[in-house]
């Protein structure tokens, strides 16, 4: 049976570890502060935001919420995030997506200040992942990678395939393992006999958002998989991957609730703690 790696322990760790540096910080007079923009009334990303308002507060972190109507323009959205840009106490911002289908994501993402992306969207922090230099990274990746360190699953010499193409998940996560010294597979919905590809895989993740998509069928005896998918269904929330029939042959896998998820929300609040250490005065932090 596969060991269940616990996101929600691990998680807890990385929070612990932030909330350390937070109290290190506030010996220098630095509280670090992350601004959260919610436009609309998505109830998910509504208790999205919830949940992350609740792990600053646990961490010590200055949660700022700009709550904005539906009908917020692309005008009014660009000028609260050149404030919130040129504000030297917000260390991080985060702008809750998705947006309402009248404002252009990519412009908001690339107006943020890289040195406050802390959701590691920008092209800038993307860049520096290609060129292996050190920058922000997106909060699902850099959350898996903690998690198999936590687990002592090290990527190196594995053979490992990410499912899902997002700029958001799949390509980082790709560069992440390559950075790991994997040697990585991407995959998406044009490749060809994905199963096969796959079960050639020591290491599957999982991103493509297709309730249970990833059976047996997939997976190679012992190979460790990481399920990303977070899809609400008739039978509550379940993951990409067909949890029942691949964990008796995978040698550590995911559970979905309880494993990517709360490391997301964890590395927001590490990448916060960065931001604030790179802003603190040298000599601060």
């Known amino acids: ?81 050149d404030a919130l840009n040129a504000d030297p106490a917000v260390h991080g911002i985060l702008v809750q997506m998705p947006l309402p289908e009248h404002l252009d994501p990519e412009s908001v993402i690339e107006r943020i200040d890289p040195a406050k992306d802390v959701d590691g969207f920008h092209p800038e922090s993307l860049g520096h992942l290609v060129r292996g230099l050190p920058g922000f990274r997106a909060c699902t990746p850099a959350g898996v990678m903690e998690m198999l360190r936590a687990y002592d699953i090290d990527p190196s010499g594995m053979r490992a395939v990410v499912i899902g193409r997002s700029t958001i998940v799949g390509k980082p996560m790709a560069l992440l393992l390559l950075e790991a010294n994997a040697t990585v597979t991407l995959c998406h919905s044009r490749t060809k006999d ?82 604030a250490h790179s802003a603190a005065p040298r000599g601060q932090g």
């Open 1 to 81: 049976m596969a060991t269940i790696i616990d996101g929600v322990k691990v998680a807890a760790e990385v929070r612990g570890r932030a909330a350390e540096e937070v109290r290190e910080l506030a010996a220098h007079g630095v509280t670090p502060c992350l601004a959260v923009v919610l436009v609309g009334d998505d109830p998910a990303s509504a208790s999205y935001v919830r949940m992350k308002e609740r792990d600053c507060a646990e961490v010590g972190i200055e949660s700022r919420d700009h709550r904005l109507p539906a009908t917020t323009s692309q005008q009014e959205l660009d000028d609260l995030i």
């Open 194 to 275: 994905l199963e096969a590809v796959c079960r050639e895989a020591d290491l599957v993740v999982a991103a493509i958002g297709r309730p249970k998509m990833v059976d047996a069928s997939y997976i190679k005896p012992g190979a460790v998989v990481i399920d990303v998918g977070i899809n609400r269904t008739d039978e509550g929330v379940v993951g990409d991957v067909d949890f029942a029939a691949v964990e008796p042959i995978a040698s550590a896998i995911t559970p979905v609730p309880g494993g990517v998820g709360p490391m997301t929300r964890a590395m927001l609040m590490a990448n916060t703690v960065a931001a």
